[in-house]
């Protein structure tokens, strides 16, 4: 990551305004939106959305004709183009050949993507924009922070500073006095504006309609008043059918601000009559801008399904500590790093693409349901690709990549991290590594990993037998969450058994976009694991959960590797974290807890991937209970602690944040115990209260339940 | 449906009321525009846009007694302080308004004006949007407007704040008379 952007991210988490704005808005939105959805079957709605989008994304060439010769049926002309320099020229000329001095902007990204105002600007015409928090960005010469609330990063104190110059009066804050100033000041422009420019919700191929939706009724204002409309529309908004704009409208403002439907809704098919009685000059301007490559793109064809609502940012535990501006001037968020990819070039989205932290929250939200972690990613393995593997990371897979020489040098570790070791955390470390621990204690690399205690775990010979896979962390750091395993499993009649030759799930590897090395991972694992016939394959971190599930799978998909498939599925039909199963064997009577404890209150962390990849939620919760515990949940219990593997090494200025605000929701909930199924989020979140000093006990449920099978 | 109507569309702010007959709406309307002090000057006047609603009445009469104006300009409708329109559907389910405003005099008194008086046939009631577009033939409504509730802002610190550039009131009246009942 270059220098600039680490300081972009310093300047964003430092910014009280910012992160504070965004915080109180990100809390609200989570539970706006659940009512806004209310009655509504979201899957169900989405499903047609991704459908409807899909389909039109395929199509792109068909519709875009299909939609000119409509819209030019009804009077309207349209322009259709690729590239954004004729798009700008276009416009110049329009407005050269009728003489336009000044024009009236709505809210539109499109025209945002290619710089258009200051083209215009610079060919003295002046440009107005009239979405309120577009004009207030437009006065203060920054560009959007979020693409549904651009200037969601100022106070009012600064609003009030750059109207009172722009009205030539010391004005207060008062927000409502705010607002009408901009309706003062806006309406002579909007009055005496030549020509409009709008962008385009939606675009319906079948009658040549566009939609427009704006809460301030500026759209209205600028389709309505000037002689002259320009509408820019991105190809990925044509749909085909008109009934399908109902689909689309019953998600976009829900999930955008909660809003049943936005204030104004208009749906303009051609041109219509002017005040003066002439007809309006109506131009739409459909345009490529590398779009049809996407749609060509058999991975990222389905970020074409955006309806851009800009949830993924709503949602997303990164963009409400950084804002939009560290992520670029145009498209920000997780779909904005993948526009950002396409509409700019890969190279730009270097940087932003490691924000993710692959949590999966947007995947949970997006109403066109693109798989935008895992578009990510894919960014992350072309980058890679292209550019190869920083020099650094690569000694580090090629470690991870030879098990004896990894496993040697964790074991290594365990002796040389002893003069920075107290206790079970790693208080020194050397001084290239302080950022680290900053926030956070490390814990020590345990003396005698798992895999050379397992052999002195005496258990029962039992006919039914389960693999265990253990992951680094449980391995070399937390051994004791897999003795406790064992003793569980034990109980419920079924033998453990250890393969040796298990190593590294290949997460580290896939995460950072080196495919190769996290298949090779993969490989080795698959034969270790399927060595010897078990019932189950059990692990009891959700991020090696998912690698065997899923991740192994969807790698050698992607690498064509298509011979090992089938091992691969069948590991995938044997894995299973460890709530899920022992749910299973209590509820089958198999395994019982002890009657009639009273353990107290606990609460609950959902780890990302244990919730968003596999789903899994009430199991703990009700195995937890069922043992005697009272629960209490926490404030945002599903939001990401901030580990994400080795994230919080990459960027620990994001991290840290993260965790404080996980610790600090914790801590209100009164109880002694947090739980969680996950070691990494164990690691990030005992090292956070270790350095807070609350005593409060950070546990794996497995810890727990040990202690409470009869 | 009424009832969801109006539950709806009084959560984002509009004020709803309903009258059987067409005289006891047009009662309601110029009491309204007398208590809000309508009268023939800039930024008090209202504006009345062409509608059906104004078959059978005398202009004239309506003219003296309550100082609207029936011929909407650009000028007239940016000088207005109330903007009279009919709407021809109301969504349950959303608590909005919808209207052919391919008139460019349909739009000017609805968007201009500080206060909004819809006027809907009750009968005009429908449950949702796929309802509406399917009895809309977009070739013959070059301009279909929907309205959910006043002109609205939540871009200076997401302080919700009504009355951006459109109305920041809209009154709507439903009349049963107009049209059938839902």
Known sequence: MGNEFKESIYRAVNNANLTGALAKFSEAYKSNRAKAYEGI??????GRIAELKSYAASHLDELSAQFQQQAEACGAK?????DPAKVREYILKVAQDNNVKTIVKSKSMATEEIHLNPYLEKAGIAVGETDLGEWIIQLAGQTPSHMVMPAIHMTKEEVSDLFSKEVNERLTSDIPRLVKVAREKLRPTFLAADMGISGGNIAVAETGSIVLMTNEGNARLVTSLPRIHIALVGIEKLIE???????ILKALPRSATAQLLTSYVSIITGPTPNPDGSMKDMHIILMDNRRSEMAADPKFKQALQCIRCASCLNVCPIFRLVGGHVFGKVYTGGIGTILTAWFDELKKSEDIQGLCIQCGACKDVC???IDIPDLIMEIR????QQQGVPLLQKTIYAVVNNRKLFHGMLRAAS?????FTSGKFIRHLPLFLADLTDGRSLPAIAEEPFRDRFSRIKQPKCKEKAAFYAGCLIDFAYPEMGEALIRILNKAGIEVLFPLDQTCCGAPARYNGAYEVAASNATDNITALLREDVSYVISACPTCTVALEHDFISIFESLGLTERLPQARLLAAKTVDF???????????RLSLKEGQKLGKITYHDSCHLKRALKVSEQPRELLTKAGYELAEMFECDTCCGMGGSYSLKLPEISAPILQRKLKNIKETGAPTVAMDCPGCVMQIRGGMDQDGAAIKVRHTVELLAEQVK | MYEQFKTRAEAVSAEVCRFTTKSEALEYLIGFLRREGVADTPQASALWADCSFLEGLDRDTLRQVAGVKFDVTREGASQARFGISQMEWALADTGSLAQNSTAIEQRLVSSLASIHIALVPTSGLLPDMPSLLVRVRPQDCRYLAMITGPSRTADIERVLTIGVHGPDRLIIVFVDELG???
Not at chain 1, 78 to 82: A, G, H, K, L
Not at chain 1, 241 to 247: I, M, P, S
Not at chain 1, 415 to 419: D, E, L, M, T
């Open chain 1, 415 to 419: 002796v040389a991290g002893r003069p």
């Open chain 1, 241 to 247: 059918k008109f009934a399908d704009v109902a689909t």
């Open chain 1, 41 to 46: 079957d979201f899957e169900e709605l989405r």
């Open chain 1, 579 to 589: 709530s899920t199963l022992v749910k299973k064997l209590v509820d089958e009577g």
């Open chain 1, 78 to 82: 349209v322009f259709r183009t690729s």
């Open chain 1, 381 to 384: 393995r072309r980058l890679v």
């Open chain 2, 180 to 182: 059938g009942t839902n």
């Open chain 1, 367 to 369: 109403p066109g349901k």
